[in-house]
């Protein structure tokens, strides 16, 4: 289960337009039953460029993107932002404080922020297979984990071949939402989790 408390806060500075749309988004999301959590990070192992995501909503076990693009900032980013992370999520938004004239993401749906939040544009659900590219980003000690390597053979498989071992996995995607989503020490009970917390101290 996805735990709304146990996600990691970004580091990316807050800008200041973004922050206003944000805080909007939060009631708004709030109000409808999700769970939000603005300036969140994701537990993978490539730093900020693909872990810091503006806001992200949570219910029933989905996760929804919300990347923020005020008319200061430039709308054609959150195409690869949305792009590198879609495997972690189930739909995402681009939300604005203006109506573009064009928008050109086709799996994404598009919020209109200003006195008032209207959604301009429903998401579609996202791919349900993790590239493998994905499955690289994450932490090698989450993969050795999810593949039941004990401490002794912890660093004599790569994460590539890690990896491509669990490719084909079933609930591939669960399992990929909740490593991504459970903070870095993965010690808050998640079911696919069975080392000793003394060895994730070690490794850690």
Not at 70 to 95: M, T
Request: proline share 3%; net charge positive.
């Amino acid at each position: 289960m996805i735990k709304a408390d146990n996600i990691l806060k970004s580091s990316k500075h807050e800008g200041r337009h973004e922050s206003v749309i944000i805080k909007k988004l939060v009631v708004f999301f709030e109000n409808l039953g999700y769970r939000a959590i603005p300036h969140a990070r994701f537990n993978i192992a490539w730093g900020n460029i693909l872990s810091d995501v503006d806001l992200l909503l949570l219910k029933n076990d989905e996760i929804i993107l919300v990347e923020v693009k005020s008319s200061k900032d430039n709308l054609k980013r959150a195409r690869r932002q949305i792009e590198n992370v879609k495997d972690y999520v189930d739909y995402a938004y681009v939300a604005t404080d203006y109506i573009p004239r064009k928008f050109s993401l086709r799996n994404a749906g598009l919020i209109y922020v200003n006195g008032n939040i209207v959604i301009l544009k429903s998401p579609k659900l996202l791919s349900d297979n993790p590239r493998l590219f994905s499955l690289y980003s994450l932490p090698k000690k989450c993969l050795c984990r999810w593949t039941k390597i004990r401490n002794q053979s912890y660093s004599q498989k790569s994460k590539s071949e890690l990896a491509n071992q669990i490719l084909n996995s079933d609930a591939l995607k669960p399992k990929v939402k909740e490593i991504v989503t459970c903070g870095l020490n993965c010690d808050h009970g998640c079911p696919i989790w069975d080392f000793e917390k003394t060895h994730m101290i070690r490794r850690g």
